[in-house]
């Protein structure tokens, strides 16, 4: 994973440098964090043409850990420069 990866998120459905997986990723992700109760047959039946079910899996696995940290430090108010991970003291 690249930082520019990340740059055209908002941009997902016109911005050509992410494939079709990548886009139906994001789609899904945002669905889930925003609308999940309308998530339906149709994206999922997209989804399938592009994923196996176990990646199915561990996308929804991931993106639900990730919403939950998220909503987590937003409820602590913690931010991105209060915490940093140090690399392991070699010894």
């Known amino acids: 994973m690249t930082p520019e990866l990340y740059d055209h998120v908002a941009e997902y459905r016109e911005h050509d440098g992410y494939t079709e997986r990548e886009r139906l990723a994001i789609e899904y992700a945002e669905r889930f964090a925003v609308d999940h109760t309308n998530i339906d047959d149709e994206l ?21 850990a990730f919403l939950g940290l998220g909503r987590m430090l937003q409820v602590l108010q913690i931010d991105r420069g209060q915490w940093e991970i140090s690399p392991p003291v070699a010894g």
Do not use: K, M, Q, Y
């Open 44 to 64: 999922f039946a997209r989804l399938r043409s592009h994923f196996a079910d176990d990646e199915i899996l561990d996308l929804t696995i991931c993106v639900g």
